[in-house]
Structure formats: C-alpha cells, structure tokens
C-alpha cells in the first residue's frame, strides 16, 4: 500500500495599485493606458495560477483652453504665438507628469487706419463692427453712425471705434474741414434775391 503525501496549493489573488504617468506595461507585456481596474493572470513560485488585478491610475493631464489676442500670445509655456492656431504646451504637473495643454489660438488685428475722401471718412478694416466718434465731444458715439463708410454732416473732429470679437481698439482723431455750407446737415443754402420789381 501506498501513501501519498498530497499538498494542493491554492491560486492566488491579490489588488496592486499603479500610480503612472502615461501607461503601464503589465509583466506580460501588455500595456494600459487608461485608468481603471484591469485583470492579469500568471503562475507563481509554486506554480499556480496568480491572479493580480491592478487597480491604474494615470497621473498625465489633458485640458485645453481658447483665447482671443489682437497681436500676439505668449502661452504658459513661454512660447510667442502671433498667428492663429492651434498649439500644444506641454507642461508639469503636480504628480511631475505631463500636462498636455491644447490652445486655440485667434489673433484679431484690428485696422485703426481711416482714409479721407474730401469729407467723406473710410475705415480701412473690413471685418469690424464700426462706431463713429465726435472728438470734439469728449468722443461720444454719434448715433446711427456704424458703417465702414461716414459721410459726417458737419465740420469737426472725429475718430473711429472698432471691435471685433472681445477686442477693442480706436483711430486718431482726423480733421473734415471742407464741408461747404451746402454739405453740411444735408441741407442747401439759402439764396436771396432782391425784387426786381421794387426800385
């Protein structure tokens, strides 16, 4: 007769906490790049199965953000942007890992420059919401007077506000002076003549 002496060795099982920047490359060779739970099996020193969840967590960031320049950006990580665009900073974080940060860049140049025709005045920006000024009024708006084209109904001082999306900006101030009495408020002169038929 026969004895056998007979030791069954249980699998095991076991949780891990990872704690990587990116990804994590599992003992097989497989690698994660998310967060989350994740199960792994391979034998251990006594030749039975192992069983390891890993409980992940990826410590790289990711935001992005939009902004509206009227030259030029300079993003957080010191880089000059004078066109619009999209770009990517890469910065550290907290946990001393990436932080991916996406900008969308729009630069909005503003034309104050206005050109005079005689005593009509033209702005040379084509894409801005237009506000015409009186300078001789401590530059207040003029009414009704928002076209890239102002034809002003006296002589005087006056300047253009331009805006576009959140920016801002305001031309010189330009002298219409050669309005004669006839232009002026759109209304004509009025001429006397004397009666012929008195003496």
């Given amino acids: 007769m026969f004895y056998f002496d007979i030791t069954i060795n249980k699998a095991s099982a076991d949780t891990i906490k990872i704690s990587v920047c990116s990804e994590f490359t599992t003992p097989k060779g497989n690698q994660i790049n998310k967060n989350g739970f994740v199960k792994d099996s391979f034998l251990n020193t006594l030749g039975c199965d192992s069983l390891v969840t890993y409980d992940i967590k990826l410590n790289e960031t990711k935001s992005a953000r939009s902004v509206v320049s009227c030259s030029y950006y300079i993003t957080p990580a010191g880089k000059l942007v004078s066109s619009s665009g999209i770009y990517i900073d890469t910065l550290v974080n907290s946990n ?35 506000q015409w000024l009186d300078c001789n009024d401590n530059w207040e708006k003029i009414p009704s007077e928002t076209k890239q084209i102002f034809k002003p109904a006296n002589n005087g001082i006056y300047a253009l506000e331009l805006s576009n999306k959140s920016r801002l900006d305001t031309s010189s101030c330009l002298i219409v002076s050669n309005l004669d009495v006839a232009q002026m408020d759109g209304r004509l002169p009025v001429l006397k003549y004397k009666n012929p038929q008195k003496a």
């Avoid at 991916?100 to 801005?128: F, H, P």
């Fill in 96 to 130: 001393g890992c990436d932080s991916l940060l996406t900008i969308d860049v729009e630069i909005v140049r503003l034309n104050t420059s206005v050109s005079q025709l005689g005593g009509t005045l033209v702005s040379e920006d084509q894409l801005a919401t237009y």
